[in-house]
């Protein structure tokens, strides 16, 4: 258990579905982070939040839409998928210290997505 | 950009091994390197950070070192067990920025 929790950890869902992924962080961070993990590729970042706010956006198609309510909770609503969509999808955790240095990253057990 | 490699792609020893596996910036302006532990089908587990100001880490069996100069980073596992079979991932980040990961060495350890 590092901390971070990511719901479902199966997901399986249409072309023309919407659903959700969760993540959830209870050790006081203030930077989140979406990461896609696609076989015989590095993770790739989607989206970084610091302290709420969007600061990166890693050329993501727009039918993966994340939200971050509050430092604890991060989510990436998903639409109109493709099955290319299909992988690992992995939240993680920092946090910046002074001077803008992140700190040790601790990573969810993921959710494994399948589009059909 | 940023770019991180790994090499080897995936290594087989004999239980009882010490060995090397090895990580590569093209940016040598980092402020953390990371290792990792990824188990088939499951999140990653943090090994060892080495911040920009350090030379190396140990944790156990497992010592990392950093070498910001040529951009290489390398990860010692000691004596090693076939529990130790997974892939490792190294990730640089430079300030402010995120995790830039390597494709991961596989590494098995036969008993």
């Known amino acids: 258990e590092t901390g971070v929790t990511q719901t479902p950890r199966h997901l399986v869902m249409g072309m023309t579905n919407k659903k959700s992924l969760k993540c959830e962080q209870h050790l006081g961070h203030n930077a989140m982070y979406w990461y896609k993990q696609s076989a015989k590729k590095p993770l790739e970042l989607m989206f970084v939040y610091n302290f709420k706010e969007q600061t990166e956006n890693n050329s993501v198609p727009s039918r993966f839409s994340p939200e971050c309510p509050n430092s604890s909770h991060l989510f990436l609503h998903l639409h109109t998928l493709q099955p290319e969509d299909s992988a690992l999808y992995l939240c993680?955790?920092?946090?910046?210290?002074?001077?803008?240095?992140?700190?040790?990253?601790?990573f969810g057990q993921g959710t494994r997505l399948t589009v059909v | 950009k940023q770019e991180v490699t790994q090499i080897p792609a995936a290594l087989s020893v004999p239980e009882g091994e010490n060995l090397v596996l090895n990580c590569s910036f093209t940016d040598s302006a980092i402020y953390n390197l990371q290792w990792f532990r990824q188990d088939p089908g499951k999140g990653l587990t943090s090994l060892l950070l080495?911040?920009?100001?350090?030379r190396e880490q140990t944790s156990g069996r497992l010592n990392a070192s950093l070498d910001k100069s040529s951009g290489r980073s390398t990860l010692y596992i000691a004596a090693s067990q076939p529990g130790d079979s997974a892939t490792y991932l190294c990730a640089a980040n430079q300030a402010g920025t995120a995790l830039i990961f390597g494709k991961g060495t596989t590494l098995s350890v036969s008993s």
């Open positions: 080495i911040q920009s100001s350090q």
């Open positions: 993680a955790s920092s946090r910046h210290s002074h001077g803008d240095v992140l700190t040790e990253a601790f």
